[in-house]
């Protein structure tokens, strides 16, 4: 979202700013980008589990498909919206504007996740798995002959 704000209010070009100025704020939305594409991967991974892969898959045929349906709205939204002084600005900042309330959710989700957790079966089940498989990997003590079937002596 800065990001875009900033590549908005940069791209008047020279005289007004400095030609680097709309490359460091691209620079800041590639590197949110890939943040919330990773981050969401490590996400499905360690909430689905064995159905990890799965989730991964639907997740990249879905970033994929919009990528490859951008191209069919993005070179005629940014050629027709603004008119010929404000072409970058004013897509930009619509672009903007519109991630705003995507945030809202992400938070929601990261306060309210283990609540909205609890009240899926599938989630559950998930938990149960993984709590199944822990303890059957749990190693006994062999300390003091408790817990496994090693004693430890000492030599003096």
Not at 51 to 63: I, K, Q
Not at 81 to 102: D, F, M, Q, R, S
């Amino acid at each position: 979202m800065w990001g875009l704000f900033g590549f908005a209010f940069t791209s008047f070009g020279p005289p007004t700013t400095h030609w680097i100025a709309p490359l460091i704020f691209t620079a800041v939305v590639g590197i949110a980008n890939y943040a919330v594409y990773k981050s969401s991967i490590d996400y499905m991974i360690a909430a689905y589990g064995p159905y990890a892969a799965s989730a991964t898959g639907g997740n990249d045929l879905a970033r994929d498909f919009l990528a490859g349906i951008a191209g069919l709205y993005a070179h005629p939204f940014y050629e027709n919206v603004g008119g010929e002084k404000w072409h970058l600005i004013y897509p930009t900042v619509i672009l903007a504007c519109l991630a705003v309330p995507i945030i809202v959710p992400i938070y929601v989700f990261y306060w309210k996740g283990p609540k909205l957790r609890l009240k899926s079966k599938f989630a559950m089940e998930l938990e149960k798995a993984r709590q199944a498989r822990l303890e059957s990997k749990r190693r006994r003590s062999t300390v003091g002959g408790k817990g496994g079937n090693a004693t430890h002596t000492e030599k003096v």
